[in-house]
């Protein structure tokens, strides 16, 4: 991931994306494919997708670098140390009870869209929320959010549940990557 996050900062260094970038990613993602990583095969589908005609037009090229900027997260300075992670999720994350729990989703996930990670929750016996509220169990932070979740839509989703947390709520905040393990998926 580290390298993933490095080659996409490199991309992304003069400010858009142009073919050959996309089809050297689409390459690497293919070459690196095998390991099963969620946000890799969903890199994977997403540049396959926009490379199938052969042209990476300026709107795929548009969606693409924020894409890739959602997974790198913040810029940073010259001379500044990379930034550790500091997504405010349960340590450690807990077991989590599927049947008759409440989990919302927020974020971008690599496990698929929206609807397919409500869909997973539904199977499992679990139920949706529509927001951050007191009966919530788990908030599930999706692959694609970064460290500067707080500058992000999602994070008014983030906040609210850290306070009900704060508060004594048993609310738990949990990875996709622990969602996806403990679900089995």
């Known amino acids: 991931m580290d390298t993933l996050i490095g080659m996409c900062k490199g991309l992304m260094a003069d400010g858009v994306l142009v073919q050959a970038e996309a089809e050297f990613l689409q390459a690497w993602l293919v070459q690196n494919s095998f390991n099963e990583n969620p946000i890799i095969k969903n890199l994977l589908d997403k540049v396959t997708s926009m490379l199938s005609d052969g042209v990476l037009d300026a709107t795929e090229s548009a969606e693409l670098f924020q894409l890739l900027k ?4 913040e810029s940073s300075e010259l001379g500044e140390l990379a930034k550790t992670s500091n997504l405010p999720v349960n340590t450690p994350q807990p077991n989590l009870i599927f049947e ?22 539904l199977k499992l016996g679990g139920r949706l929320a529509g927001g951050v509220t007191k009966s919530l169990d788990y908030l599930v932070l999706g692959s694609y959010v970064t460290d500067s979740w707080a500058h992000e839509s999602f994070g008014r989703k983030i906040e609210k549940a850290m306070a009900y947390r704060e508060d004594g709520i048993p609310l738990a905040i949990v990875t996709e990557e622990h969602w996806i393990n403990q679900a089995g998926l």
Do not use: K, P
């Open 70 to 73: 959602q997974l790198t997260g």
């Open 100 to 121: 008759n729990h409440v989990f919302l989703f927020t974020g971008t996930c690599a496990f698929g869209t929206r609807r397919q990670c409500e869909d997973a929750i």
